[in-house]
């Protein structure tokens, strides 16, 4: 019923950057939050950043003042532009959405992941 589409991984030296998009589609009544997790080989998935729909976004510790999360509610898209990338980026990046569908109903999904990788 609904999908979530990331584009935007690839392979990018130390210190350079990267915006990853992530577009729903489907049934949706409203989006209520979107964000993105990653997950690095051998580590758990991790929350990066989410965006509350009229909310203020929320980072974890270790890519504040780095990454930045907005929103296009018009696009039902979801973006985070990460800088300054470090080695310790990478990892598999998960786009995700809270939306209440045209049931009524709040469901969760998950995007298929987007590969980011920063090595020289």
């Known amino acids: 019923q609904v999908q979530l589409v990331e584009s935007g991984g690839g392979l990018v030296q130390p210190g350079g950057s990267l915006r990853l998009s992530c577009a729903a589609s489907?049934?949706?009544?409203?989006?209520?939050?979107m964000g993105w997790y990653r997950q690095a080989p051998g580590k758990q998935r991790e929350l990066v950043a989410n965006?509350?729909?009229?909310?203020?976004?929320a980072y974890a510790d270790s890519v504040k003042g780095r990454f930045t999360i907005s929103g296009d509610n018009a696009k039902n898209t979801v973006y985070l532009q990460m800088n300054s990338l470090k080695p310790e980026d990478t990892a598999v990046y998960y786009c995700?959405?809270?939306?209440?569908?045209?049931?009524?109903?709040?469901?969760?999904?998950w995007g298929q992941g987007t590969q980011v990788t920063v090595s020289s």
């Open positions: 489907g049934s949706i009544f409203s989006i209520n939050t």
């Open positions: 965006i509350p729909s009229g909310g203020s976004a």
């Open positions: 995700t959405a809270a939306i209440t569908l045209t049931d009524g109903y709040e469901y969760y999904y």
